[in-house]
């Protein structure tokens, strides 16, 4: 189908859909003549539910995509910390053998100087 005809179906469709609804119970030979002019085929109908659907599976699978990878993420950040904190931990602690060895030998160099 080409897209002159197409854009006709959609002005036939919104044609359609903006027949007014009688207020009261009377309808006019008008009004019905109108909406049997403009009634949507169900082939269209069922073709756009399909083409719903699959774009609905499609925005679902996005989202589960981009759910996997800010998983994967999570993971390796929280990786990259552990990581970090290990080697912060064992770099404080070299710092504090280093600090407390130059203590004793500040201390010993202390009473030696004191006798």
Same mark, same amino acid.
């Given at each position: 189908?080409?897209? &002159?005809?197409?854009?006709?179906?959609?002005?036939?469709?919104?044609?359609? !859909? &903006?027949?007014? *609804?009688?207020?009261?119970?009377?309808?006019?030979?008008?009004?019905?003549?109108?909406?049997?002019?403009?009634?949507?085929?169900?082939?269209?109908?069922?073709?756009?539910?399909?083409?719903?659907?699959? !774009?609905?599976?499609? *925005?679902?699978?996005?989202?589960?995509?981009?759910? *996997?990878?800010? *998983?994967?993420?999570?993971?390796? &950040?929280?990786?990259?910390?552990?990581?970090?904190?290990?080697?912060?931990?064992?770099?404080? &602690?070299? !710092?504090?053998?280093?600090?407390?060895?130059?203590?004793?030998?500040?201390?010993? !160099?202390?009473?030696?100087?004191?006798?």
């Amino acid at each position: 189908m080409n897209i &002159e005809a197409e854009i006709r179906e959609l002005k036939l469709r919104m044609a359609a !859909l &903006e027949v007014d *609804v009688p207020h009261g119970a009377r309808t006019t030979r008008r009004r019905a003549r109108s909406r049997r002019r403009h009634m949507i085929p169900a082939h269209n109908c069922t073709r756009h539910e399909n083409d719903r659907d699959a !774009l609905h599976r499609e *925005v679902n699978d996005g989202f589960t995509a981009l759910n *996997v990878e800010i *998983v994967g993420i999570r993971r390796q &950040e929280s990786d990259h910390f552990a990581c970090a904190t290990s080697t912060a931990w064992a770099h404080y &602690e070299s !710092l504090h053998r280093a600090l407390t060895d130059l203590t004793h030998l500040v201390e010993r !160099l202390m009473k030696h100087l004191d006798a």
